[in-house]
């Protein structure tokens, strides 16, 4: 059975980075890339073990789609919009691995998840953060993203939501 949602092209965003949709091999690096970055800020939920340990079930097959950034001959980058319903998808799991930070690949990540988004008809991504990863804030913040007031109990560890409208 074909996946849905994945392409066999890539994005070539600039000549030492590349952006590769979902494919089942990369998987690891959703997992490895993302528990750097929450298990050094945070600690690891039962969602997001869902999330990073089959990517393929919880995310794409679901109607969402997982891109990851090559720079360098390594992955070293990730992020994912999870299908919502009605026009509705969240970004998660944006990280990028210390060393390549500074590199505008999380710029070139978010781009390619608001890009496919709108191509697939959204209506609205929503995003959930920590006022504690403030790059991670600004980046979205450049990126269109608005603050919008936070509902309860979404998610332990997040003070900080925000969106894009179309």
Request: charged content about 20%; hydrophobic content about 45%; aromatic content about 12%.
């Amino acid at each position: 059975m074909p996946l849905p949602n994945t392409e066999t092209r890539y994005i070539r965003t600039m000549v030492d980075v590349t952006i590769h949709p979902f494919r089942p091999e990369l998987a690891p690096y959703f997992l490895q890339i993302n528990r750097q970055w929450i298990e050094s800020f945070f600690s690891m939920e039962p969602f997001d073990r869902e999330q990073l340990e089959d990517p393929l079930k919880s995310i794409v097959l679901t109607g969402g789609q997982v891109w990851f950034a090559e720079w360098q001959g390594n992955m070293v980058g990730t992020v994912a919009v999870k299908a919502l319903g009605d026009g509705t998808f969240e970004l998660i799991k944006m990280g990028v691995l210390p060393e390549a930070q500074g590199q505008k690949i999380g710029w070139k990540l978010g781009q390619a998840a608001i890009a496919w988004t709108k191509e697939k008809g959204a209506t609205k991504i929503v995003l959930y953060s920590h006022s504690i990863l403030a790059p991670a804030i600004a980046l979205y913040k450049k990126l269109g993203f608005r603050e919008t007031p936070i509902e309860c109990g979404k998610y332990a560890r997040c003070d900080v939501k925000m969106e894009i409208v179309f």
